[in-house]
């Protein structure tokens, strides 16, 4: 298990705390959660944030470097993953990266979308400690809605 503390690992920590750094230049933050269909039983958090369009990218890079790096796991500051391992991604947006923790109390699950200077973070999980796939309706929803935003000119 890797316990250096790089600017990759900063990143992938700060994915499962929502609190990537620098801070943005605005976020908004939603739960949804699922009673039926394929998705039943879970849980997801929205967090749509802000920045530049170079550090958008500059996060998802970091992202995607720290997903492959760290598949045997970290443990950054007060946060300790047995497993890092990537996922699908939901063809959307500029681009996408999707991975999944385990090592918590409940695996979580987590796609990062970005669309222009905007990030759209999704993280699910299920109550019942098994685990979660993060919805892809969800994520192609929020999507299509910052597109139609920046279209309209009432999104950065």
Known sequence: ???RRGTRLRTAAAMSTAALPPAPTATARRFAAATTGD???TGTTITLTSFT???AEKVMAELRAAVAKYAGGYAG???TFTEVRKRDSVPVGDEAVSFHLTGRANP???????RGPTLI???SAVGTGGEAEVPQPVGVQQAMKIQAAQARGTAS
């Not at 979580?108 to 970005?114: G, I, M, P």
């Open 1 to 3: 298990m890797e316990r």
């Open 39 to 41: 998705y039943r039983s």
């Open 53 to 55: 369009t170079a550090r």
């Open 77 to 79: 500051g007060a946060l």
């Open 108 to 114: 979580t699950s987590y796609t990062l979308v970005r």
């Open 121 to 123: 973070r999704l993280s």
